[in-house]
């Protein structure tokens, strides 16, 4: 199974850079930055937590 990539918060619907920050949960529920924090970062959908997305390009 691969990582879908989304590129909207599923809760405001901003839009995520594939290469920004962003925000998933462990059923690869996808948020924006400022709503992950908003939210406390447990999953709305799924009460999961919330952890920072891996970037593609790797960094360190
Ligand atoms: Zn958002
Ligand atoms: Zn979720």
């Given at each position: 199974?691969?990582?879908?990539?989304?590129?909207?918060?599923?809760?405001?619907?901003?839009?995520?850079?594939p290469?920004?920050?962003?925000?998933?949960?462990?059923?690869?529920?996808?948020?924006?930055?400022?709503?992950?924090?908003?939210?406390?970062?447990?999953?709305?959908n799924?009460?999961?937590?919330?952890?920072?997305?891996?970037?593609?390009?790797?960094?360190?």
């Amino acid at each position: 199974m691969g990582l879908e990539m989304r590129t909207v918060c599923e809760k405001c619907e901003t839009g995520l850079a594939p290469d920004g920050e962003a925000f998933i949960c462990s059923f690869e529920c996808t948020f924006c930055g400022p709503c992950s924090q908003s939210m406390d970062h447990i999953c709305p959908n799924c009460g999961g937590e919330i952890v920072r997305r891996p970037r593609r390009t790797g960094e360190e």
